[in-house]
């Protein structure tokens, strides 16, 4: 079985989130091993300088570093990334366990993102759309599409 680790900069706090969250852990209990750990983000002020977004970034990006499993896949969720359709996603899910890559790690950044070089060390960058989306939501978002890549993976009918 895979472990899929998402590791979040922020803390869900609204009970839509966190119920949604739970409902796809639920889900996935069958599929993987998921553990999702949320790392504080590091707060800026309203109008804050790019210095002090980078330094947010990099502070946030070691916390990150610290907390990586050993081993596996590391995939950045960015904009910048590749976009993919369902079904690659769950072939690129598969591969990584047909490699020897059962270990899974997503990686969420908290509201400006993910540092620069947490995305060069990724194994994949991938992003879920052009459009720019609430990283809380992102969250959901990704916990529905690793659910359909199980999902097609297995032939079932939920992905239509």
């Given amino acids: 079985m895979q472990k899929v680790s998402i590791i979040c900069v922020g803390k869900l706090k609204e009970k839509f989130y966190t119920d949604a969250v739970a409902e796809y852990t639920k889900r996935l209990s069958r599929h993987c091993k998921l553990d999702i750990l949320e790392l504080p ?26 907390k990586l499993p050993k081993g596996g896949a590391v995939i950045a969720m960015c904009i910048e990334g590749k976009t993919c359709s369902s079904q690659e996603l769950s072939r690129r899910i598969t591969d990584f366990g047909v490699m020897g890559k059962t270990q899974l790690t997503f990686l969420i950044g908290g509201s400006f993102g993910l540092d620069e070089t947490l995305k060069r060390e990724a194994d994949w960058r991938l992003s879920m759309s052009p459009m720019t989306f609430p990283h809380h939501l992102a969250r959901i978002m990704l916990l529905e599409q690793i659910y359909r890549a199980y999902q097609i993976a297995e032939g079932t009918r939920y992905h239509k």
């Fill in 41 to 66: 983000e590091c707060r800026l002020g309203d109008d804050p300088a790019p210095a002090e977004i980078q330094r947010a970034l990099h502070t946030e990006a070691a916390a990150i570093r610290e």
